[in-house]
C-alpha cells in the first residue's frame, strides 16, 4: 500500500484519500463546462463539472489499479498515450515546436483526473468542499503544481471497480492561479483596449483560461458518480 493513499470503508460506500499529491488544472471553486455534451434527454445530468486532475507516484498507481481496482486510468507522464496515440501528459521535449502544456514538473509520476458534477443525480446542488490546512474555506484559486489532500467519495459498481466522485480538497501547498495571460483585453471590433489589476479578477477566471486548452482528451473521461 502507498502512503499516500487511503482507503477507508463506511457499510457499502468507501472513501478514498489521496494525501500530498501537486495538481494541475484544479476548477474546484466553481464548476467548469464539460467537454462532452449531455444527453438531452437526461434533465438531471450536469452539464458542468468540478474537476483536477492529481499526479501520485507509481506505488500508488500500482495500489489504485490493483487493491483499489479504481474506475478511472492513469497515464504515466511522458510515456503512456490515450486511444489517439498520443502521450496524454508529454514533456517539453515531446511537444511539436512546443505547442501545448508540459508536465515535466511531474515527471515520473502518474496522472489521474478527478472530477464531481456539479448536480447529484437527484438534481440537487453537489457539494465541493475546499478547505486549507486550518480546516477554514480556501477561497484562492488553486494554481498548478500546489500540493494537495483529495477525499473522494466512491462506491462499487457491478464490476467492483470503484466509482469515484471528487469531496474535499484541503490545499497544503498553495500556489497562486497566474492565469492563462495577461490582464488585458484587445477587441479590434468593438475598438477597445482594457487593462485590469488582479483584484479585478474573478472566479470565472479559472474556467476563461485557467483550464488552459483541455489539459486532458474529453474523450476518455471515465464514468463518474
Known amino acids: 500500500m502507498s502512503k499516500n493513499v487511503v482507503l477507508k470503508k463506511d457499510k457499502k460506500f468507501e472513501f478514498l484519500y489521496l494525501k500530498n499529491v501537486p495538481v494541475f488544472f484544479a476548477s474546484v471553486l466553481e464548476p467548469k463546462k464539460k467537454y462532452s455534451e449531455p444527453d438531452p434527454a437526461d434533465k438531471n445530468q450536469s452539464k458542468r463539472e468540478y474537476a483536477l486532475t492529481a499526479f501520485v507516484d507509481d506505488d500508488a498507481r500500482e495500489y489504485l489499479e490493483d487493491e483499489v481496482l479504481i474506475n478511472k486510468q492513469l497515464f504515466k507522464?511522458?510515456?503512456?498515450?490515450?486511444?489517439?496515440?498520443?502521450?496524454?501528459?508529454?514533456l517539453e521535449k515531446q511537444l511539436k515546436d512546443g505547442d501545448g502544456f508540459s508536465y515535466d514538473a511531474v515527471d515520473g509520476l502518474n496522472g489521474i483526473q478527478l472530477t464531481l458534477n456539479e448536480f447529484t443525480n437527484s438534481g440537487k446542488p453537489?457539494?465541493?468542499?475546499?478547505?486549507?490546512?486550518?480546516?477554514?474555506?480556501?477561497?484562492?484559486?488553486?494554481?498548478?503544481g500546489s500540493v494537495c489532500n483529495i477525499k473522494c467519495f466512491g462506491y462499487r459498481n457491478r464490476?467492483?471497480?470503484?466509482?469515484?466522485?471528487?469531496?474535499?480538497?484541503?490545499?497544503?501547498?498553495?500556489?497562486?492561479?497566474?492565469g492563462g495571460g495577461s490582464n488585458k483585453i484587445v477587441d479590434d471590433e468593438l475598438g477597445i483596449d482594457v487593462e485590469f489589476d488582479d483584484s479585478e479578477k474573478t472566479v470565472n477566471d479559472e474556467f476563461d483560461s485557467g483550464s488552459e486548452d483541455a489539459p486532458f482528451d474529453p474523450d476518455e473521461d471515465d464514468a463518474d458518480y
Open 77 to 90: 507522464v511522458g510515456k503512456d498515450k490515450n486511444k489517439k496515440r498520443k502521450i496524454k501528459f508529454p
Open 126 to 144: 453537489a457539494r465541493m468542499v475546499v478547505v486549507g490546512t486550518d480546516g477554514k474555506p480556501f477561497k484562492e484559486l488553486v494554481g498548478n
Open 159 to 178: 464490476d467492483d471497480q470503484l466509482v469515484v466522485s471528487l469531496n474535499i480538497v484541503q490545499v497544503v501547498e498553495h500556489v497562486p492561479y497566474e
